[in-house]
Antibody, heavy 121, light 104 residues
Framework: EVQLVESGGGLVQPGGSLRLSCGAS????????MHWVRQGPGKGLVWVSR????????RYADSVKGRFTISRDNAKNTLYLQMNSLRDEDTGVYYC??????????????WGQGALVSVSS | QMTQSPSSVSASVGDRVTITCRAS??????LAWYQQKPGKAPKLLIY???ILQSGVPSRFSGSGSGTDFTLTISSLQPEDFATYYC?????????FGGGTKVEI
């Protein structure tokens, strides 16, 4: 069974940093591209970032470019999101998601339960 | 940019419900639909505009290509109370529609 479990969320002051982790199991982690998607309180879904299977290629939403860094450790089956210079508008639930292979191009077939990030003074 | 309509719909069990998603530019068939229930993570329903994800009931169907897409629930069930999102998978940044809340 595919499982994605996020951790590392919490309350942080504006300008602060936080690192989210996502432990993956039930599939060959190193074979799948991975994404982060976030959802503000009572709002819709917003794509944040994507990383390639070997970690050599990453893409970011303009709103987080230069502040967030996605990375992965395939030996530990873990995905990360380092978030720096956090702003109030970064508040929300952050989902770790898997991009399906083949015809699932840029489509997110499994989602974690989410990690809550609150940015507030 | 993805525009969904309506933003909410009220329907009865057994009704046919149709949700529309329009892309600001052509995305070929690279469109997915997700269902999200309160307090839960989204769940993939349809990808490639019309391919039903494994395990998803056949009352869900998708159609369209280019800029106009639809998600249809042929006979609404009580467990279908949820918010539905479309997502374009054609190019970065990936973008989602604003969501359609289906109320029973």
């Amino acid at each position: 069974e595919v499982q994605l479990v996020e951790s590392g969320g919490g309350l942080v002051q504006p300008g602060g940093s936080l690192r989210l982790s996502c432990g993956a199991s039930g599939f060959t982690f190193s074979s799948f591209w991975m994404h982060w998607v976030r959802q503000g309180p009572g709002k819709g879904l917003v794509w944040v970032s994507r990383i390639s299977t070997d970690g050599s290629s990453a893409r970011y939403a303009d709103s987080v470019k230069g502040r967030f860094t996605i990375s992965r450790d395939n030996a530990k089956n873990t995905l990360y999101l380092q978030m720096n210079s956090l702003r109030d508008e970064d508040t929300g639930v952050y989902y770790c998601t898997r991009e399906g292979s083949g015809t699932y191009y840029n489509t997110l077939d499994y989602w974690g339960q989410g990690a809550l990030v609150s940015v507030s003074s | 940019q993805m525009t969904q309509s309506p933003s909410s719909v009220s329907a009865s069990v057994g009704d046919r419900v149709t949700i529309t998603c329009r892309a600001s530019q052509g995305i070929r068939g690279w469109l997915a639909w997700y269902q999200q229930k309160p307090g839960k993570a989204p769940k993939l329903l349809i990808y490639g505009a019309s391919i039903l994800q494994s395990g998803v009931p056949s009352r869900f169907s998708g159609s369209g290509s280019g800029t106009d897409f639809t998600l249809t629930i042929s006979s609404l069930q009580p467990e279908d109370f949820a918010t539905y999102y479309c997502q374009q998978a054609n190019s970065f940044p990936l973008t989602f529609g604003g969501g359609t809340k289906v109320e029973i």
